[in-house]
């Protein structure tokens, strides 16, 4: 190969490579060398921005390939692991779910509406690329302190631009997560997740095939659009890259709903070989993927890309990263009837290149040929690092005597109305999280449940990590981020089947970043084994980090699971009064890493409570079974701010009170406010908790009763009580007050 | 009884009312796209919601220029029922079937949620079904439903009897915190004159399923298809 | 030539945008903003090239469709 | 005093509502219009008389509120 690039060398004239191109282009001396060595000779600018984009952290996961590989990719239901554009499932009768998370971090932060719309739009892409029709988003975000100047506009321009793609798309957003901490402050996260349905006999993958098959150009036209977002997305913040902005992608949400219709529509017939979105890296990343997954060449004709701007350099035109456009291989037959598609839906498709055997790929423009670079070297030699990582040293475990009480009525005031624990509501109300007509549980409690269109069935799915937890004990945290999404669709009666994880970290050329990253992996790997809860699809976010301070360690657990009849769900609103209240699991009422320490306490320390699969298992089929036989009428995970919240949550869902004892044997404020994992509240008619306890206690389940629902007041241990009408206005007020400004 | 559901670039809630049309015609409705200016005989046209043209310029406005409007426009005149919702009660307004125009809603922000409902009147074939004076809850999803027109427009509306719903509490008061948007008079539907065109923001079609969490919708659907059958 | 149209909330058109932003500018600590109007600005590309007839079309343009002209007025300068 | 502000979007940046615009009136059978851009127009009164003293508050709302200057670029102009 290489003789023969040294044969036809690019002859597009471009400035000669110095060394301080190819550190703008992020590329280290040792990778250049690589480069020199695949090639032969120098590469031209074009290809030297090829390799950069290929090589990125984003696109080739160089430090974190080696680690990914730990975690469990297979099972059962697994139809497609990762290494597709999302992952995809069998969920029965011959359907099946697609599904992914995505970050877009970095441009949320520099441009939070458009940055949040376009990482929407991104994930949705990558999900019908595969043939599904999405049918559900989710968002994880994560922002600094809410007094940090910036935190307000960054929230409002995140939500709103994930509410303005997905709104106008059709497809409803039904859950998320939303914390804060100074963590975050210079660093955001935003991670969308989106779930689609396919026929299991009509997934769509990007592998080429065919030599001599036309190159299918559809969508939005190219701009100069992010011109090096990938290489953004893996390089460390400065502040002054505030500055030096680069072009910021601006999504439209409208042409991307012409593109689904237009891609579904197609995909019905049998015209698509194969076809991939155009992400990160547009143009490249999607004619190197097609090409290197089938093993061929590929041509492109540069001056047949439907152009936005006049005057686009070939550099330009390959790292354009301008939205809603899809790169396809067809059969040459359907050209005309493809073609006659995407006409119909007003959308640009445009023949601008073929499959060739050469294995390279060839770019022309002005009938010269502004780069030729073999394909295979391209993927399989881009490097891959063994970076050291140094362990999280262990956190001190934290006496419960060492812990202020406060009364636990106080304390649950003042905790419902913090960050983490304050409703969510201003977020998802500007999410329309109802079209398509089939959410059966809305925003607001454990995981959402959509209705399978047609069907009895539904799909539950939820988004989980508790980065305070990954900082203190990156194995244990990654361990209960995949425990907490298990128990939040176990909570609604689903069975859990597989997940999507977006790790997010700092800088990995750190050694103790990379000691999190390990960290979370193994303990994500033991999890996902013990709960039989492969990873079907994610996504690795790294140089979360500003002036050398990384974010917390947050590897975000997106989960989704299967009911076979949704009338069969459980919500986490109390349905009626005089109902017998249990928790199941047991509490010991570890407060180390707690949201009540850190809320009331000032205080950020202590081991996080201890997993144990094992009973985390055992307590969510038992749980599972009762849902399933219509035995419980309401059920909450327990998980950020302990059990009290978690009652009064539901309590506030159902508009009816709860009167609960508190045990002799332990300290109230642990009780109430310890984060014992494992664990679940439910409600169930007082006839019924004399065979459920013992049931539970045949099956090795820690139940026990707590107390009764009725009235309009939350009271605990006979005194102590306050009105839901108050809990309602501490719990609704945080976020809009914060937003009023 | 024949619905047809007019689709335009952008709408997105045309399939949820087809099916709660259909459920309750025994059949589907033709989905006509809009470029067709030739929509079949039939005696109901819905403008379902969505962002038609990506709610660009003004929601609506574009749609409100298509071939299929101007059809459907010449349809209404000749007394076929034409029902907006949403995005297609924009659609209405901007092509001058109905008055006022809906702005951005007061609070700035998507407001997605279940709202009170107040039926003002139960004497059209869309709410037959209805009793006047009932209240409903039935989900809004729009960023534009803010509705407005001069008060003169308001008073003749009002005198007509050409609203069909407003916002309410759930005890059926009006109230500022109960309107979601800020529409003048907590107007959140009205008729044309003849009343054979209704435009509402809220959405009947996803409160016609128990799991949907309300079935207030069901009514005004059955009741069309009495009225037209 | 080049067409410039300016789109405005016709007087007695309550404006939610134009309050929020007097609102925001407020809290920001800008003192003495009155009332704020916001209002839409579209430059047009146009091959004719002769005034009048610009002038005419733009007219045919706005009143069709670029303004709402129950509730906006619009101005048109051309610029060539 | 009066300020009028125009927000534009900078050059290279993707208007998918000029667009919009451009391919309806086309559509609505307007021959010859090309590029289509919308920005926004925002009227402001202002209790500040002084000239240089308005026109330096002015500019400190655009950057800080009125314009997203990652996208947008802003022009000022005072009218007493
Ligand atoms: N960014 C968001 N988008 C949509 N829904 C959200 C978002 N943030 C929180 N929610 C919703 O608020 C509820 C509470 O979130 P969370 O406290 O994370 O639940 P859990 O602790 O059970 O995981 C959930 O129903 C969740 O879907
Ligand atoms: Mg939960």
Redesign the pocket.
């Known amino acids: 190969m290489n003789d023969q690039a040294a044969a036809k060398p690019a002859i597009t004239p471009e400035p000669a490579i110095t060394p301080e191109i190819v550190a703008e282009h992020g590329l280290t001396p040792d990778e250049y060398q690589r480069v020199l060595t695949i090639l032969g000779r120098a590469p031209n600018l074009t290809e030297l921005g090829i390799f950069s984009v290929m090589w990125s952290e984003h696109c080739s996961y160089k430090s974190s390939r080696r680690w990914l590989k730990r975690l469990p990719t297979t099972g059962a239901v697994v139809i497609q692991g990762p290494g597709e554009n999302a992952g995809v499932i069998d969920i029965g009768d011959g359907q099946a779910c697609v599904f992914k998370i995505e970050s877009h971090n970095h441009p949320s932060f520099i441009e939070p509406y458009q940055g949040a719309a376009t990482g929407v739009g991104g994930i949705m892409r990558d999900v019908f690329t595969m043939g599904a029709r999405p049918i559900a988003n989710l968002n994880a975000l994560r922002f600094g302190a809410p007094e940090d100047p910036r935190t307000r506009h960054l929230l409002a321009g995140v939500v709103a631009g994930i509410g303005g793609y997905g709104n106008c798309m059709g497809v409803p957003t039904v859950g998320g997560e939303t914390n804060f901490h100074p963590a975050y402050n210079g660093n955001i996260l935003v991670n969308a997740m989106t779930v689609g349905l396919a026929d299991k006999d009509r997934i769509f993958y990007a592998k080429a095939a065919g030599v001599g098959n036309p190159v299918i150009y559809v969508g939005a036209k190219t701009g100069r659009d992010g011109i090096h977002g990938a290489t953004m997305a893996s390089a460390e913040f400065r502040d002054d890259s505030e500055e030096k902005r680069p072009t910021v992608q601006v999504g439209d949400p409208f042409t991307e709903k012409l593109l689904l219709e237009a891609c579904l529509e197609l995909m019905a017939t049998d015209a698509i070989v194969a076809i991939q979105d155009m992400g990160a890296a547009g143009l490249t990343s999607s004619s190197v993927e097609m090409s290197s997954k089938g093993g061929l060449g590929i041509e492109l004709d540069l001056d047949l890309v439907p152009m936005r701007e006049t005057g686009m350099t070939p550099y330009e035109i390959m790292l354009s990263e301008s939205q809603e456009r899809m790169l396809m291989v067809i059969r040459p037959e359907a050209r005309e009837s493809a073609r006659a598609i995407f006409e119909k839906w007003e959308l640009d498709f445009a023949e601008i290149g073929r499959l060739t055997d050469s294995g390279l790929l060839v770019l022309k423009a002005g009938g010269r040929i502004a780069a030729e670079l073999p394909v295979a070297p391209l993927v399989e030699q881009a490097p891959v690092y063994d970076r050291p990582t140094e362990p999280t040293a262990p956190a001190r475990p934290l006496r419960s005597e060492s812990v202020r009480a406060i009364e636990p009525i106080a304390a649950l005031e003042k905790l419902l109305g913090s960050p983490d624990l304050a409703s969510k509501r201003w977020i998802w109300e500007q999410y329309d999280h109802l079209i398509m007509g089939e959410t059966v549980i809305r925003p607001g409690?454990?995981?959402a449940l959509v209705r399978i269109p047609g069907k009895a069935k539904g799909l539950a799915m939820?988004t989980?990590c508790t980065p305070r937890y990954c900082f203190a004990d990156p194995k244990l945290g990654g361990a209960q981020a995949v425990a907490?999404s298990w128990?939040?669709l176990t909570?609604v009666g689903a069975r859990p089947l597989a997940i999507t994880d977006n790790m997010n970290f700092g800088n990995p050329e750190r050694p103790e970043i990379m000691g999190q990253f390990a960290g979370c992996i193994e303990g994500m790997r033991e999890a996902c084994l013990a709960l039989d809860y492969p990873v079907v699809s994610g996504n690795v976010s790294f140089y979360n980090e500003t002036n050398g301070k990384g974010i917390l360690p947050t590897p975000v657990v997106g989960g989704v699971g299967v009911i076979d009849d949704v009338d069969k769900a459980i919500s986490?609103a109390f349905k009626a009064a005089g109902e017998a209240i249990l928790v199941f699991g047991a509490t010991i009422g570890h407060l180390g890493c707690s949201i009540y320490l850190r809320e009331l306490l000032g205080r950020e320390e202590g081991a996080p409570p201890p997993v144990d699969l094992a009973a985390e298992r055992r307590n969510g089929d038992f749980i599972r079974g009762l849902i399933a036989a219509g035995r419980l009428s309401a059920c909450?995970?327990?998980?950020d701010g302990g059990l009290l919240v978690?009652l009064a949550e539901m309590a506030l869902a159902g508009g009816i009170g709860a009167e609960i004892a508190l045990p002799a044997n332990l300290a109230p404020h642990a009780f109430c406010f310890g984060e014992d994992q494992g664990r679940y509240l439910a409600t169930m008619p007082t006839e019924a908790v004399e065979a459920v306890l013992a049931e539970a206690k045949l099956a090795g389940v820690p139940a026990r009763f707590l107390g009764r629902t009725g009235g309009l007041a939350l009271t605990v241990a006979a005194g102590n009580t306050i009105s839901l009408t108050k809990l309602a206005a501490v719990h609704e007020t945080f976020l809009p007050r914060l937003m009023a400004g | 009884m024949q619905a047809a559901v007019v689709v335009f670039p952008g709408s997105n809630r045309e399939q949820d009312v087809a099916k709660a049309l259909g459920a309750v015609m025994g059949h589907a409705p033709h989905m006509v796209w809009h470029r067709d200016s030739e929509i079949p005989k039939v005696d109901l046209i819905v403008v379902p919601g969505g962002f038609s043209y990506g709610d660009y310029l003004r929601c609506g406005a574009i749609a409100a220029h298509s071939p299929a409007m101007r059809e459907i426009m010449e349809r209404a005149k000749a007394g076929i029922a034409v029902l907006g919702i949403c995005n297609g009660f924009q659609i209405l307004t901007e092509a001058g079937l109905l008055p006022g125009v809906l702005l951005r809603n007061a609070c700035l922000t998507f407001v997605c949620r279940n709202v009170g409902l107040k039926v003002e009147s139960s004497q059209s074939l869309f709410t037959n079904g209805y009793a006047a004076g009932q209240t409903l809850s039935i989900p809004v999803a729009h960023h534009d439903g803010n509705y407005f027109a001069d008060d003169a427009t308001l008073d003749r509306l009002e005198e007509k009897g050409q609203i069909a719903f407003r916002y309410c509490a759930g005890d059926g008061t009006l109230a500022e915190e109960a309107n979601p948007n800020g529409s003048a008079r907590s107007i959140a539907g009205v008729f044309n004159e003849t009343k054979n065109v209704l435009g509402l923001m809220p959405h009947p079609e996803n409160a016609v399923l128990p799991l949907q969490g309300s079935v207030d919708g069901q009514p005004l659907f059955r009741g069309m298809v009495e009225a037209l059958s | 030539m080049k067409a410039r149209v300016h789109i405005t909330l016709k007087n007695g058109v309550l404006d939610p945008q134009g309050r929020a932003i007097a609102h925001a500018l407020t809290g920001l600590g800008f003192a003495g903003v009155g009332d704020v109007r916001q209002g839409k600005f579209i430059e047009l590309d146009l091959a004719e090239t002769d005034r009048s007839k610009a002038k005419a079309s733009v007219e045919a343009m706005c009143a069709k469709l670029l303004a709402n002209t129950v509730i906006e007025n619009y101005a048109i300068d051309l610029v060539d």
């Open positions: 409690g454990d995981a939820t989980d907490e128990r939040n909570a986490i909450h995970d327990l998980s978690a």
